[in-house]
């Protein structure tokens, strides 16, 4: 038996890619958003798994934040899963590093986005 | 005596940002396109002051050309001068290496950006 909750059925589980298939121009598209920057610094600030969806700190709405997590997930930068009712995520740290050697890094310690 | 030819005197001189003043969205930003990425990949591989806007091997108009240079201008990848009629380039390695340690290795050494 899985140890691990399934989804609560009420939207599709969500659809990765792998870093490895992931372009340079794709991942550089989904860095270059101040939004996206600021919910990978904050990830990249925290246990896997241990962050919902809703738990960032980012001046957008429901629908933009999922499209924002859709496009770090189809960067290969993201990994979530639904956890009961909560959508938890993680940073894919080590892939994404193994692909783009050192993008996540100037990220996380660069300046300000703005 | 300056020992450079002075500009034609049918446009402005370019304008240049230093990279210690450009932030990393606006970097990400401006490498986040293939015809940019492009650019920037023929120039990396060519001497200083050796290529003309007019060199590149890229599928855009001349309007489009002077948009893209701009933009790498502005982000500090670039630095423009006018020869006479032509206006060479030269990539700005070292300046920008030290404000976004291997984001320009990344682009030059990536798979193709499609």
Redesign the interface.
Known sequence: MPDQAAGSGHRPAPVHTDPDDV???TA??A????VR?QLVRELAGSDDWTRSCGSFDVPVGKAALSHHFAVLRGAGVVEQRDQGSKRVNRIRREEFDAR????L???IR?????
């Open positions: 372009s340079l121009l550089l598209s860095l270059a958003d101040p920057i783009f050697p050192g993008l890094d100037l990220i660069a300046d300000a986005p703005g």
